[in-house]
C-alpha cells in the first residue's frame, strides 16, 4: 500500500533538515554518505544514527612532533679517521612504544595522548638524535647506528635502555637510562652506567614537553661522548 508523507506545519523547518543541519555536516553530504552506503550493500541507516555518527568529523587533527639533535657548534671540526662509534638500537619499556605521547599522572598511572603523537617511532627518534649528538660532542664523523654492513668495523658499541622517559605529575620531565660501551668485538665492557637527568617546572603542553625531552638527550649524549673519548684516548683521533 501507499505510505503517506509526514507532513510538517507551514513555516517550520523538516525535522529530517533540522537534525542533518545540527550536526554541521550540510544535507548534501548526508544524502551522499547515505548513498554510498547503500551501493555497498549496507543497511540504511536512520537519520538519528547517522546523526550520532557526525560526531567522528569533529575529533581535532593530530599533532605530530619529534625529537631534536644539539645544534653542532661552528667551530666543530669532526676527527674523519680513529675508531668507529656505533649506537645499538635503543631499548624502551612498552608502555613508551607507543604512537602516542605518554605523560605521567600518578605512581601508577599514566596517560596517553589521543592527539598529540610521534610523528614516528620513539626508539628510532632517540637513537637517531644521540648518535648526532655523540658524533658532534666527540667530535667523529666515524659515529654509525646499528645494524650496518659486515665491512664496516665497528670498534666501540654503545648500549642503551631507556627505564623512563615522560612527564612527571609534579611538572618535571625525567630520564632515567642505562647504557654500556662494549669494545674489542663484543668481549670488552669498557663502562656500565645507569644516570638520571631532569628538567623542572615543564608547562603541560606537548610542544614544551618534547623540547624537555630533547634537552635530557643531549645530557645523556654528553655523558656517553665522555666515556666514548676515555675509551679511545689510545686512537690517534685527528
Sequence with gaps: GKVAARAHRPGTEDPQRAAVRQT???WQSMM???????????????FGLLCGCSGLFDQPPLQFYTLTAEPAPVTTSPSRSGPIFAIAPVRLPQYLS?????????PTQLDLSENHVWAGPLADAIGSVLSEN??????????????????IP????VRIEIVSFERQPDGAVDLVARWTVVGGGG?????????G???????????SITVAMSSLLTELSRDIASALRSAAAPYPMS
Design 32 to 46: 551522499r554518505m547515505r548513498r554510498l552506503l547503500r551501493r555497498a550493500g549496507a543497511p540504511v541507516l536512520s
Design 197 to 207: 637527568y631532569q628538567v623542572r617546572d615543564v608547562p603541560s603542553d606537548y610542544a
Design 98 to 106: 607507543q604512537r602516542a605521547i605518554v605523560t605521567r599522572t600518578g
Design 187 to 195: 668481549t670488552q665492557l669498557m663502562a656500565v652506567e645507569r644516570a
Design 24 to 26: 554541521g555536516l550540510g
Design 154 to 157: 665497528v670498534d666501540y658499541e
Design 134 to 151: 655523540i658524533s658532534t660532542m666527540i667530535p667523529s664523523d666515524r659515529v654509525v647506528e646499528l645494524p650496518v654492513s659486515a665491512a
